[in-house]
């Protein structure tokens, strides 16, 4: 039997019962989809009451750690990747805060032409050259996110001699144009096939995309196209 500490200063029985099964499943002892001891365990491993052993696993549920299902147990629930959305972070350092290993693989790298809708973006003249990267952020080795993006040259013109498999577009971005403004929009989208590949997805499986577009020095810096896995991800911010 584990014991409660009884230290009047120590956190409440249920809150002990929580944090314990919050520290099997980050330490790997139990893993998506696995089934996690009923309350009656619980209780009985803990010397507590069942009504305890309920309150954390109520609040485990609407925090979305475990999933329970009626008649059949509680299973420990499929992550949730949270990305901040009115704050312009850098992907890299938001896996890092969780503790997790971010890398990413470069699939494209390319300067190319501004088409009449992409010019009216940039407000630029249709033609005008820009530069375009197609990069796959990946959380401790699960591809979170497909980062499709077009940069001002005006702007950001020593993008393309960056090595983007050690630093993010947005961490470079950041630097060489400091950021003045942010407009997004949000919509759930059925990938595209290269776009299911590269998350490693079913073809049938709904994106989170996140359209970004922001603005340095008065102008148009670069324009994303941010696709999530749409069972694995979701966005947050606060004003």
């Given amino acids: 039997m584990l014991q409660v500490a009884d230290n009047p200063h120590a956190q409440p029985a249920f809150q002990q019962i929580k944090d314990h099964i919050v520290s099997r499943i980050r330490a790997g002892d139990w893993k ?36 329970r299902v009626q008649g059949a147990g509680t299973f420990v629930a499929q992550e949730k990747y949270q990305a901040t959305l009115v704050q312009i972070r850098n992907i890299a350092d938001e896996i890092a805060a969780r503790n997790h290993k971010h890398r990413s693989e470069l699939h494209l790298l390319e300067r190319a032409r501004a088409k009449d809708s992409q010019a009216k973006q940039f407000d630029l003249k249709s033609g005008a050259e820009l530069f375009h990267s197609l990069i796959v952020h990946f959380e401790d080795e699960v591809p979170i996110q497909v980062e499709d993006r077009w940069v001002n040259k005006l702007v950001a013109p020593d993008y393309m001699g960056q090595d983007f498999t050690k630093v993010t577009p947005n961490e470079y971005l950041m630097k060489a144009a400091p950021l003045q403004g942010v407009q997004y929009t949000i919509e759930a989208v059925m990938p595209s096939p290269d776009v299911a590949e590269m998350l490693r997805i079913g073809g049938q499986e709904p994106c989170l995309v996140l359209h970004r577009k922001t603005i340095s020095r008065n102008k148009v810096a670069s324009v994303a196209k941010l696709w999530h896995p749409g069972k694995k991800y979701r966005f947050s911010g606060e004003f």
């Fill in 32 to 67: 998506e989809g696995d089934l996690v001891p009923t309350e009656l365990e619980l209780a009985r491993l803990f010397g507590v009451s069942r009504m305890t052993a309920n309150r954390a696993m109520r609040e485990l549920a609407a925090e979305q750690v475990v999933v």
